[in-house]
């Protein structure tokens, strides 16, 4: 207690300021817009799906831009084919139910390396837990929005959502629908804006990526996946 | 880690006859500076989001406690634990307590600054604890045993060949020459590492007040495991990280990522807002925020060096330095180089032995023209200058170069005088010219001379002017 004492005293700002700390905002405002930026975005659909495109590839991403469930599913099966993965780790979220991507995970044989784990606060059993997730050559999630001015993706944690899928195993493969693309992260902030407003706190953990794990380390040397993915794939479901 | 910063000189005597760290500059910064540039070309208004950054870090720092209050309440509602370090000490002591509380062995680190400022990992290390740094660049330095050489890229300074008997050396591998080969050999050490340490330890990029949240910016993913993987994250920062809500949040991260490497976003960049969740099945259980002064309430407290403190460590003015680019950053002889570490270094640890880093510049402004935040390195260069002419406290005033620089000035001033010495000194050079350039002039000019290749006075322009027109006329 004594350090925080001495150096608040020590920081302590002798003028007393009338103004707030921080700008006050107004809900409705924040729905507004939003709504402003559904619009928007809807608006221009396809120039952010192909934006978002150009960008993600740039960064080595290989993006896939599907129709339907079915061409997802095809999009799916030649990266595990590619991959020659035969373990996996993903998220549960309604798109990944809607797509089926769990029969057509067990239809090639892939074993889901989480499936018995739950959590548990035990030290032995978290090792158990990042050692058999880490053995997963296949990471699938269904992320919550794309910047396209960036190529990022942005990822939310929660009880379904774990944060290893999109970090410990070499190949990610992210799956969104083509209404979650923003135009920058100008949009991104209205939404977390409208989320601390509607849940109080933001998510325990948001995860903007652009690319794969990469390093240049040794001599400027570019290499992929140093300790994440070394390969990043994007299926883009376009909305109806 | 030792303070050598007093040998600045014969540091970068060494760096300067150094062929593979020569090589070194010259490709990282023809690659990084182009990148920088065209990341910012691409940018609708950086100019105006430079401005903006400035004037969030300026009016931040006049309210800091009441930010760093409403910032420590947040994180503890959120079931995280604040604890503040007036000194490296203190903080040392702060993050081996939270080990031996619950027992840890091992502990993982991201790549951070300010850990290497409070010398973290010795502190570690004396305890029994094992420290694996798991930044690619701070893991190689870290098995040579050297300081980081750069804010951002700490083992630019090492050649692959030099990596890779390292490597062989400390890892027991075979010799190889392929980085892709070797940053493999580094994943796969450093995996095991992340999955069985029980700590995780981070600097901070930004600590947003309105929210409790810390963020992060990296391109390995190292720092994401650091802090999924360990029971327990602890993650430093220094008082002024703190940033009042998510909308200046978005006018760092468009800045942060283009002055650092010259790309849109890093490849990650974590929003971690407190210890994890009920029923999430990873992130870290305990969350630890350290909040350390360790000289910077002084800094804050004096107007002319504040801006100091603005600093958000992208690396951008030692990258366009043209002293750093020639002498590396271990002449520096501590933590920080560059242009920011020559006037941070003296702010932070003993002025007196820093003396000569805000004199080891060219005041040409480069610094000042990338900082994302508009920094205005040279003018506090100068008010270091002065200080440590003037102040005994900040430096070694000179009576020799006191009486040589008010001599001059009085020269200065008065015509005949200035064109009576100037007509002496004309003639009284003679001697010491060779190849054109002055050399070793007698005590105490010698003392400028050793240091500058000075050209030997002219005819006077009302000379050169006469003899001009006079030629004009004539013909």
């Given at each position: 207690m004594e350090d925080r004492e001495q150096i608040l005293s020590l920081i302590r700002t002798k003028k007393v300021k009338n103004t707030p700390l921080f700008k006050e905002r107004k809900k409705q405002e924040l729905l507004l817009q939003w709504q402003n930026i559904i619009d928007r975005n809807t608006h221009h659909i396809d120039k952010l799906i192909q934006t978002f495109k150009v960008e993600c590839e740039l960064l080595t991403g290989k993006v896939y831009v599907v129709q339907n469930r079915y061409e997802a599913c095809q999009s799916l099966s030649s990266i595990i084919e590619e991959t020659e993965a035969k373990r996996f780790i993903k998220w549960n979220s309604p798109l990944l139910e809607k797509?089926?991507?769990?029969?057509?995970?067990?239809?090639?044989?892939?074993?889901?390396?989480?499936?018995?784990?739950?959590?548990?606060?035990?030290?032995?059993?978290?090792?158990?837990?990042?050692?058999?997730?880490?053995?997963?050559?296949?990471?699938?999630?269904?992320?919550?929005?794309?910047?396209?001015?960036?190529?990022?993706?942005?990822?939310?944690?929660?009880?379904?959502?774990?944060?290893?899928?999109?970090?410990?195993?070499?190949?990610?493969?992210?799956?969104?629908?083509?209404?979650?693309?923003?135009?920058?992260?100008?949009?991104?902030?209205?939404?977390?804006?409208l989320d601390l407003e509607e849940k109080g706190d933001l998510d325990s953990c948001l995860t903007l990526i652009t690319g794969p794990s990469v390093t240049a380390d040794i001599e400027l040397n570019l290499v992929l996946g140093v300790h994440g993915p070394k390969e990043l794939h994007v299926i883009i479901l376009e909305s109806n | 880690m030792e303070i050598r910063c007093n040998q600045f000189q014969e540091l970068s005597k060494k760096a300067l006859n150094d062929q593979n760290l020569q090589k070194a500059l010259k490709n990282f910064s023809t690659l990084i500076q182009e990148k920088r540039n065209l990341a910012f070309s691409l940018l609708d208004d950086s100019e105006g989001l430079r401005d903006q950054a400035h004037n969030i870090k300026k009016e931040t720092l006049e309210r800091i406690d009441e930010y760093l209050e409403h910032l420590e309440k947040n994180v503890i509602r959120l079931g995280g634990k604040v604890h503040w370090a007036r000194d490296a000490k203190k903080a040392r002591e702060i993050v081996k307590t939270i080990a031996s509380d619950k027992g840890v062995k091992t502990v993982v680190k991201g790549k951070s600054m300010v850990t290497e400022e409070i010398a973290l990992n010795q502190g570690l290390i004396a305890r029994g604890i094992e420290v694996s740094e798991t930044d690619l660049g701070e893991f190689i330095i870290q098995l040579a045993e050297e300081p980081p050489s750069h804010l951002v890229g700490p083992a630019i300074h090492k050649t692959k060949e030099q990596i890779a008997e390292l490597f062989s050396e400390k890892l027991g591998v075979r010799l190889m020459e392929d980085p892709q080969e070797m940053t493999m050999i580094a994943r796969n050490a450093l995996r095991d590492k992340f999955i069985q340490s029980d700590m995780g330890i981070t600097g901070v990029n930004f600590a947003v007040a309105e929210t409790g949240s810390i963020v992060l910016l990296?391109?390995?993913?190292?720092?994401?495991?650091?802090?999924?993987?360990?029971?327990?994250?602890?993650?430093?920062?220094?008082?002024?990280?703190?940033?009042?809500?998510?909308?200046?949040?978005?006018?760092?991260?468009?800045?942060?990522?283009?002055?650092?490497?010259?790309?849109?976003?890093?490849?990650?960049?974590?929003?971690?807002?407190?210890?994890?969740?009920?029923?999430?099945?990873?992130?870290?259980?305990?969350?630890?925020?350290?909040?350390?002064?360790?000289?910077?309430?002084?800094?804050?407290?004096?107007?002319?060096?504040?801006?100091?403190?603005?600093?958000?460590?992208?690396?951008?003015?030692?990258?366009?330095?043209?002293?750093?680019?020639?002498?590396?950053?271990?002449?520096?002889?501590?933590?920080?180089?560059?242009?920011?570490?020559?006037?941070?270094?003296?702010?932070?640890?003993?002025?007196?032995?820093?003396?000569?880093?805000?004199?080891?510049?060219?005041?040409?402004?480069?610094?000042?023209?990338?900082?994302?935040?508009?920094?205005?390195?040279?003018?506090?260069?100068?008010?270091?200058?002065?200080?440590?002419?003037?102040?005994?406290?900040?430096?070694?005033?000179?009576?020799?170069?006191?009486?040589?620089?008010?001599?001059?000035?009085?020269?200065?001033?008065?015509?005949?005088?200035?064109?009576?010495?100037?007509?002496?000194?004309?003639?009284?050079?003679?001697?010491?010219?060779?190849?054109?350039?002055?050399?070793?002039?007698?005590?105490?000019?010698?003392?400028?001379?050793?240091?500058?290749?000075?050209?030997?006075?002219?005819?006077?322009?009302?000379?050169?002017?006469?003899?001009?027109?006079?030629?004009?006329?004539?013909?």
């Amino acid at each position: 207690m004594e350090d925080r004492e001495q150096i608040l005293s020590l920081i302590r700002t002798k003028k007393v300021k009338n103004t707030p700390l921080f700008k006050e905002r107004k809900k409705q405002e924040l729905l507004l817009q939003w709504q402003n930026i559904i619009d928007r975005n809807t608006h221009h659909i396809d120039k952010l799906i192909q934006t978002f495109k150009v960008e993600c590839e740039l960064l080595t991403g290989k993006v896939y831009v599907v129709q339907n469930r079915y061409e997802a599913c095809q999009s799916l099966s030649s990266i595990i084919e590619e991959t020659e993965a035969k373990r996996f780790i993903k998220w549960n979220s309604p798109l990944l139910e809607k797509l089926n991507v769990d029969d057509l995970l067990e239809s090639f044989g892939l074993k889901n390396m989480l499936l018995a784990e739950k959590s548990s606060t035990s030290k032995q059993h978290r090792r158990d837990y990042t050692g058999a997730a880490s053995k997963a050559e296949l990471g699938i999630s269904g992320i919550d929005y794309g910047l396209a001015d960036t190529g990022a993706l942005v990822l939310k944690t929660s009880p379904d959502r774990n944060r290893a899928v999109s970090l410990l195993p070499p190949v990610h493969v992210a799956i969104m629908e083509s209404r979650c693309i923003l135009s920058s992260s100008d949009d991104l902030i209205t939404h977390l804006l409208l989320d601390l407003e509607e849940k109080g706190d933001l998510d325990s953990c948001l995860t903007l990526i652009t690319g794969p794990s990469v390093t240049a380390d040794i001599e400027l040397n570019l290499v992929l996946g140093v300790h994440g993915p070394k390969e990043l794939h994007v299926i883009i479901l376009e909305s109806n | 880690m030792e303070i050598r910063c007093n040998q600045f000189q014969e540091l970068s005597k060494k760096a300067l006859n150094d062929q593979n760290l020569q090589k070194a500059l010259k490709n990282f910064s023809t690659l990084i500076q182009e990148k920088r540039n065209l990341a910012f070309s691409l940018l609708d208004d950086s100019e105006g989001l430079r401005d903006q950054a400035h004037n969030i870090k300026k009016e931040t720092l006049e309210r800091i406690d009441e930010y760093l209050e409403h910032l420590e309440k947040n994180v503890i509602r959120l079931g995280g634990k604040v604890h503040w370090a007036r000194d490296a000490k203190k903080a040392r002591e702060i993050v081996k307590t939270i080990a031996s509380d619950k027992g840890v062995k091992t502990v993982v680190k991201g790549k951070s600054m300010v850990t290497e400022e409070i010398a973290l990992n010795q502190g570690l290390i004396a305890r029994g604890i094992e420290v694996s740094e798991t930044d690619l660049g701070e893991f190689i330095i870290q098995l040579a045993e050297e300081p980081p050489s750069h804010l951002v890229g700490p083992a630019i300074h090492k050649t692959k060949e030099q990596i890779a008997e390292l490597f062989s050396e400390k890892l027991g591998v075979r010799l190889m020459e392929d980085p892709q080969e070797m940053t493999m050999i580094a994943r796969n050490a450093l995996r095991d590492k992340f999955i069985q340490s029980d700590m995780g330890i981070t600097g901070v990029n930004f600590a947003v007040a309105e929210t409790g949240s810390i963020v992060l910016l990296e391109n390995e993913g190292n720092i994401r495991l650091s802090t999924t993987l360990p029971k327990i994250h602890v993650a430093i920062m220094g008082i002024e990280k703190v940033i009042p809500n998510l909308e200046d949040l978005n006018i760092f991260l468009k800045l942060l990522a283009r002055s650092t490497t010259g790309q849109k976003l890093s490849s990650y960049t974590s929003i971690i807002t407190g210890p994890k969740r009920d029923g999430e099945s990873d992130g870290a259980e305990e969350f630890h925020l350290i909040i350390l002064d360790n000289g910077r309430s002084k800094i804050l407290a004096d107007e002319e060096l504040r801006e100091t403190l603005y600093c958000i460590r992208c690396g951008a003015c030692l990258d366009f330095c043209p002293v750093y680019l020639k002498v590396g950053g271990h002449s520096y002889g501590w933590v920080y180089s560059g242009p920011i570490g020559s006037i941070l270094t003296p702010q932070l640890i003993n002025r007196k032995q820093a003396y000569q880093l805000p004199f080891a510049s060219s005041l040409c402004g480069a610094c000042a023209e990338v900082c994302p935040v508009k920094i205005n390195i040279p003018k506090i260069l100068l008010t270091l200058r002065r200080r440590m002419i003037e102040d005994p406290q900040w430096g070694k005033p000179s009576i020799t170069e006191k009486t040589v620089f008010s001599l001059y000035a009085y020269i200065m001033r008065n015509k005949w005088l200035y064109e009576m010495v100037t007509k002496i000194a004309r003639f009284a050079q003679i001697p010491f010219i060779k190849k054109g350039i002055l050399k070793n002039l007698p005590p105490p000019l010698n003392k400028w001379t050793h240091h500058h290749d000075v050209a030997p006075l002219e005819k006077s322009f009302r000379q050169q002017w006469k003899r001009f027109s006079d030629k004009y006329e004539e013909s």
